[in-house]
């Protein structure tokens, strides 16, 4: 497991870059045949990417988790990004389409992922906080979640929201997560940018080409940093950060959320004029 040791406001905008990717940013979370986590200090989040290829990939605890299982106290999201592939939960078997989502309880004692074709790989996306209760393990295929339009052409932010692990749909302690597709043409894919002083939010950004990037902002208004990502890898944004981006072409991104509210709409929206 790779560890993520943020910083605080005080102290980010004297940072480097490579100092800001070492305290928010993933590595590449897709490597064929292998299973990657990551641990954030903020809010606890597990980040993780696995990607199975003939054999399939279990889940295993860690020490620093002081847990007999991953999900002893956790709960766990799991979005596909790649080919046809399945999750076994305590001996259930759920198939995951790409773009299909699974919500894991906390109690989960084994969590296993497979591939239907290794020529065509699953890639499984999972975002993981402590969990305070336990609820029940709940597939959502894209289909099932609820599906927002925002944004027009005319502000190059016309995307497609679909919130799949959320209230209403899924009984979940904390994590609220799901998928945001840019409309061709557009590429801002927060705007304005906002926080959330109740919550945290992770983005892993994806659907564009190795040679395309996002710019992604972060900080507090006043003092904004910017941080060009690479497809495919994660970043974790403190209660006190905005996060927002502009791409150099369309793509997708989830978005997975932790804290006190689970209200989507709950967000304190921050004026372009207003950022320096």
């Known amino acids: 497991m790779n560890f993520l040791f943020s910083t605080n406001k005080r102290s980010y905008p004297s940072m480097t870059n490579h100092e800001l990717r070492e305290a928010f940013l993933t590595e590449p979370l897709f490597t064929p045949g292998a299973l990657s986590l990551t641990y954030t200090d903020v809010d606890r989040a597990v980040i993780g990417g696995a990607m199975p290829l003939s054999e399939s990939i279990e889940i295993p605890t860690h020490k620093e988790l002081a847990a007999d299982y991953f999900c002893e106290r956790r709960e766990l999201g799991i979005i596909n990004i790649g080919g046809k592939g399945a999750v076994e939960v305590d001996g259930e078997t759920y198939d995951m389409a790409m773009k299909d989502s699974l919500y894991v309880s906390r109690g989960s004692k084994n969590v296993?992922?497979?591939?239907?074709?290794?020529?065509?790989?699953?890639?499984?996306?999972?975002?993981?906080?402590?969990?305070?209760?336990?609820?029940?393990?709940?597939?959502?295929?894209?289909?099932?979640?609820?599906?927002?339009?925002?944004?027009?052409?005319?502000?190059?932010?016309?995307?497609?929201?679909?919130?799949?692990?959320?209230?209403?749909?899924?009984?979940?302690?904390?994590?609220?997560?799901?998928?945001?597709?840019?409309?061709?043409?557009?590429?801002?894919?927060?705007?304005?940018?906002?926080?959330?002083?109740?919550?945290?939010?992770?983005?892993?950004?994806?659907?564009?080409?190795?040679?395309?990037?996002?710019?992604h902002m972060l900080g507090e208004p006043k003092e904004v940093k910017t941080l060009p990502l690479a497809p495919e890898v994660a970043i974790a944004s403190p209660s006190w950060s905005i996060h927002s981006g502009v791409g150099t072409t369309n793509y997708s991104f989830i978005w997975a959320m932790g804290g006190e509210n689970q209200e989507f709409d709950d967000m304190d929206h921050i004026e372009i004029s207003a950022l320096s």
């Open 112 to 215: 296993v992922l497979s591939s239907v074709d290794a020529n065509s790989p699953a890639k499984f996306y999972m975002i993981s906080y402590p969990a305070h209760r336990i609820t029940k393990t709940v597939y959502v295929p894209k289909s099932d979640a609820k599906k927002i339009e925002l944004g027009s052409q005319e502000t190059s932010n016309e995307r497609t929201i679909f919130q799949s692990i959320r209230p209403g749909i899924v009984d979940s302690c904390q994590l609220v997560m799901g998928i945001t597709e840019l409309k061709t043409g557009s590429v801002w894919n927060t705007k304005p940018p906002h926080t959330h002083f109740r919550r945290t939010e992770i983005y892993m950004y994806f659907e564009l080409e190795q040679s395309e990037r996002v710019f």
